[in-house]
T-cell receptor, first 110, second 114 residues
Framework: GQQLNQSPQSMFIQEGEDVSMNCTSS?????WLWYKQDPGEGPVLLIA?????ELTSNGRLTAQFGITRKDSFLNISASIPSDVGIYFC??????????FGTGTRLTVIP | DTEVTQTPKHLVMGMTNKKSLKCEQH?????MYWYKQKAKKPPELMFV???????INESVPSRFSPECPNSSLLNLHLHALQPEDSALYLC?????????????FGPGTRLTVL
C-alpha cells in the first residue's frame, strides 16, 4: 500500500505554544485530510484539503495541501490541554482508498 | 449531522464464540467502511461497501464476514477469532466512494479475544 511518513512521531509542548507537523508521501493524492484521535475513540475529521496549494483554517488549526500533491502540514496555534491526542494525516486516491500516516502523538503540558 | 454510531463499545469474546459488530449512519451516505486499528498504529482498511454491495475486501480472513442489510447499516460478523484479532474496529461512511468524498468515523468497538 501507499506509505505516508508523518513527523514528528511525538511532541511534548508547553500550553500556549504553537505546533507544526507534516506528512510526506512518494505518491500523489487527490485529497489530504487531517484527523485527531483520542484514546479509545474513532478519528475525528479536523480539516479536508481538495486542491494543490490550498490553505485552510479551522479555528486555531491551519493546514496546507502541498503544491507537489505529495505532502501536507498541520499547524496548531496557542495550544491548550484538550489538544492532546494523536493526529493522523491521510491521503486519498480516486478510488476513495484512505491511506493514513503513522501519526503524531501530542502532549500539552499545562 | 456527521454522526456514525457503533455498538457495542466494548466486546470480549472467546475463540469459539460468534458475535457481531454494528454500525449505523443516517446521513444518507452510500459508502461504508470497516477498519481495524491496533494500538499505536493507524487504521487499516478491511472492507468497503458502495450502494450496499461489497466493492473492496483487503484480503481479510474469512472469520470476518461483513454484511450491509441496507444503506444505513453495516455489520461485521465474527467467528472463530484469534487473540491477535483483538483491536479497535472502526466503521466509517462517506457520501459515495469517490476520491473527494470525506470519510466520517464512528467511535469504534474495542474487541478483546481471549
Amino acid at each position: 500500500g501507499q506509505q505516508l511518513n508523518q513527523s514528528p512521531q511525538s511532541m511534548f509542548i508547553q500550553e500556549g505554544e504553537d505546533v507544526s507537523m507534516n506528512c510526506t508521501s512518494s505518491s500523489i493524492f487527490n485529497t489530504w485530510l487531517w484527523y485527531k484521535q483520542d484514546p479509545g475513540e474513532g478519528p475525528v475529521l479536523l480539516i479536508a484539503l481538495y486542491k494543490a496549494g490550498e490553505l485552510t483554517s479551522n479555528g486555531r488549526l491551519t493546514a496546507q495541501f502541498g503544491i507537489t500533491r505529495k505532502d501536507s502540514f498541520l499547524n496548531i496555534s496557542a495550544s491548550i490541554p484538550s489538544d492532546v491526542g494523536i493526529y493522523f494525516c491521510a491521503g486519498q486516491t480516486g478510488a476513495n482508498n484512505l491511506f493514513f500516516g503513522t501519526g503524531t502523538r501530542l502532549t500539552v503540558i499545562p | 449531522d456527521t454522526e456514525v454510531t457503533q455498538t457495542p463499545k466494548h466486546l470480549v469474546m472467546g475463540m469459539t464464540n460468534k458475535k457481531s459488530l454494528k454500525c449505523e449512519q443516517h446521513m444518507g451516505h452510500r459508502a461504508m467502511y470497516w477498519y481495524k486499528q491496533k494500538a499505536k498504529k493507524p487504521p487499516e482498511l478491511m472492507f468497503v461497501y458502495s450502494y450496499e454491495k461489497l466493492s473492496i475486501n483487503e484480503s481479510v480472513p474469512s472469520r470476518f464476514s461483513p454484511e450491509c442489510p441496507n444503506s444505513s447499516l453495516l455489520n461485521l460478523h465474527l467467528h472463530a477469532l484469534q487473540p491477535e484479532d483483538s483491536a479497535l474496529y472502526l466503521c466509517a461512511s462517506s457520501q459515495e466512494d469517490r476520491g473527494t468524498d470525506t470519510q466520517y468515523f464512528g467511535p469504534g468497538t474495542r474487541l478483546t479475544v481471549l
